[in-house]
């Protein structure tokens, strides 16, 4: 059974997510109702909801939305990784808060789309040491050229543990790169850093790629980090443009198909569940 720690929600009826009109087919509804159909029937068991960049007047209640979401019978939910802004002034208090509901795992600062210089401001990494010692992680989505930012803001807080989203965004469709490679290759000499083999498929070519073209960059992760610090995530419904779900997880299990009954229990939910503590 799969732990899928990377499921985003959009729900436009109940929260403002700006990005979504310039964000092409991916400008639709995605409710939980849709995932858990097509889930349930390629063996996922659990789940953890990823924050969807909503607007910031909306951060709290895109977790009590998806906490509502959780609570129906047979669920997948187990958790959420919240949005937040430690660039700003009122992160302590917002921190304060999140960490009185035990349903929030972690939280994510989407960083592959905004300045490489947001991650350097003082403000951001004095607010992300605050995470030193709690049980949230932090999940970090980073372009290969920011990989460099990355460590730096990893080597700042070596009491926060982080995950690695997407192992790294390499641009499947352009090939292995040096950037990338050697990016992931440090980040993972880290060893409060985890890394999320999800979201390659949306970065391949969405008419030709197989599961060969997707190797080289998920076999490189799991050398690079190990068994014991590699977790599967969906993207969904990011992995839609490549395919969709149930060829991601098809795609994961015959990624998988040499590999031990050890190690793949690890990767599929050994280590989340380790990790955050369910």
Excluded at 134 to 155: N, S, Y
């Amino acid at each position: 059974m799969l732990f899928d720690t990377h499921l985003h929600i959009v729900d436009r009826a109940r929260l403002n997510y700006p990005w979504l009109a310039d964000a092409g087919g991916l400008d639709r509804d995605s409710l939980y109702e849709d995932y858990a159909r097509e889930a349930k029937r390629c063996g996922i068991a659990d789940v953890l909801h990823m924050e969807v960049d909503v607007a910031p007047s909306d951060m709290a209640a895109e977790t009590a939305y998806v906490e509502q979401l959780s609570q129906a019978p047979g669920s997948m939910l187990r958790g959420a990784i919240a949005a937040c802004r430690p660039e700003q002034t009122d992160f302590p208090s917002y921190l304060e808060a999140v960490l009185a509901n035990p349903f929030v795992k972690g939280f994510r600062r989407v960083l592959h789309v905004m300045p490489d210089e947001l991650s350097e401001g003082s403000l951001f990494r004095e607010n992300l040491n605050r995470l030193t010692g709690t049980r949230l992680t932090f999940d970090l989505c980073v372009l290969p050229h920011q990989m460099e930012r990355a460590m730096a803001l990893i080597d700042l807080n070596p009491g926060v543990q982080f995950i690695l989203d997407h192992c790294g965004v390499p641009a499947v469709k352009d090939g292995l790169s040096d950037v990338w490679a050697s990016g992931v290759r440090e980040i993972a000499r880290r060893a409060n850093v985890t890394v999320k083999i999800s979201g390659v498929v949306a970065y391949a070519d969405p008419t030709s790629w197989t599961a060969e073209t997707l190797r080289p960059f998920v076999e490189h992760s799991i050398a690079c980090f190990g068994w014991d610090r590699v977790i599967w995530g969906s993207d969904w419904p990011v992995c839609t443009l490549g395919g969709g779900l149930s060829t991601w997880v098809a795609a994961t299990h015959a990624l998988t198909a040499g590999c031990s009954d050890s190690e793949r229990a690890r990767l599929f939910h050994l280590n989340a569940r380790r990790l955050w503590k369910l």
